[in-house]
């Protein structure tokens, strides 16, 4: 049966998730952006949050653990780095799998962005929560990983079968696009550029986009890509990510 995936706006540019097991009606929260928000959007569909499911320790991802929590009585699942800063009740690693009802969750390496960033794959229904490793025509800040690490990451998830819906958690997208288009034009940058304004002047979400997607158009893909050899990818990687720092 899978999963449903409700996405919603929190914060500024957030996007929050609650993820339904259809076969078991086990619902997931995919980090913790904004309590209120996540509770009143449960509480609209009728669904009760069993587990939080962190991907970092970022405040925008953890700081409503405790408040969503006490409301849903729900444990808190994650990476290690999370019970630095905020409530964790149980750890997660890279190799781990989480079983959501009936659905498999793999626990993937995804640091770079942070050192113990985790994502979730539902390979069976070709989902995958990202949380800051690649957004749309985008990646994360390199806050405290190196270019290898980072490159690592974002080569296990071009790796996946291109249909692989990728699930972000930020709407950066035309920020992204303006920095792709500066780096050189393609006809597939062009068509996708179209594509993200109507959505946008219509009002509608970016995220999710597909793997297939991330490799044709998405700068932090595209140029390393093109080099041959890891550490070649890893440098050219790190001079787009340099390059993107500064960017105005």
């Given at each position: 049966?899978?999963?449903?995936?409700?996405?919603?706006?929190?914060?500024?540019?957030?996007?929050?998730?609650?993820?339904?097991?259809?076969?078991?009606?086990?619902?997931?929260?995919?980090?913790?952006?904004?309590?209120?928000k996540i509770?009143?959007?449960?509480?609209?569909?009728?669904?009760?949050?069993?587990?939080?499911?962190?991907t970092h320790?970022?405040?925008?991802?953890?700081?409503?653990?405790?408040?969503?929590?006490?409301?849903?009585?729900?444990?808190?699942?994650?990476?290690?780095?999370?019970?630095?800063?905020?409530?964790?009740?149980?750890?997660?690693?890279?190799?781990?799998?989480?079983?959501?009802?009936?659905?498999?969750?793999?626990?993937?390496?995804?640091?770079?962005?942070?050192?113990?960033?985790?994502?979730?794959?539902?390979?069976?229904?070709?989902?995958?929560?990202?949380?800051?490793?690649?957004?749309?025509?985008g990646c994360?800040?390199?806050?405290?990983?190196?270019?290898?690490?980072?490159?690592?990451?974002?080569?296990?998830?071009?790796?996946?079968?291109?249909?692989?819906?990728?699930?972000?958690?930020?709407?950066?997208?035309?920020?992204?696009?303006?920095?792709?288009?500066?780096?050189?034009?393609?006809?597939?940058?062009?068509?996708?550029?179209?594509?993200?304004?109507?959505?946008?002047?219509?009002?509608?979400?970016?995220?999710?986009?597909?793997?297939?997607?991330?490799?044709?158009?998405?700068?932090?893909?595209?140029?390393?890509?093109?080099?041959?050899?890891?550490?070649?990818?890893?440098?050219?990687?790190?001079?787009?990510?340099?390059?993107?720092?500064?960017?105005?």
């Amino acid at each position: 049966m899978g999963l449903k995936i409700d996405i919603f706006p929190c914060l500024s540019d957030n996007y929050g998730f609650l993820v339904r097991d259809e076969a078991s009606g086990k619902v997931a929260c995919i980090d913790t952006p904004e309590a209120s928000k996540i509770i009143a959007r449960a509480e609209a569909l009728g669904w009760h949050v069993d587990y939080i499911l962190n991907t970092h320790w970022h405040p925008d991802h953890g700081g409503g653990n405790a408040a969503v929590k006490a409301h849903f009585n729900c444990d808190i699942y994650g990476p290690a780095e999370v019970a630095e800063h905020w409530p964790l009740d149980h750890v997660l690693k890279p190799g781990d799998v989480f079983q959501h009802g009936e659905t498999r969750l793999d626990v993937i390496d995804l640091s770079g962005h942070t050192h113990g960033i985790i994502g979730y794959l539902d390979a069976a229904g070709h989902n995958v929560f990202v949380a800051d490793c690649i957004f749309p025509l985008g990646c994360g800040r390199m806050f405290e990983g190196t270019p290898q690490q980072f490159w690592s990451s974002l080569s296990r998830l071009s790796a996946l079968p291109d249909d692989t819906v990728i699930w972000s958690a930020h709407e950066y997208t035309l920020a992204n696009l303006k920095f792709a288009e500066s780096l050189g034009e393609s006809e597939a940058l062009q068509a996708r550029g179209e594509h993200i304004h109507h959505l946008r002047e219509t009002g509608q979400y970016t995220v999710p986009s597909t793997v297939a997607e991330e490799k044709a158009t998405n700068p932090f893909l595209v140029y390393p890509l093109r080099e041959k050899g890891f550490e070649a990818q890893a440098a050219r990687f790190a001079e787009v990510r340099a390059a993107k720092d500064v960017f105005k």
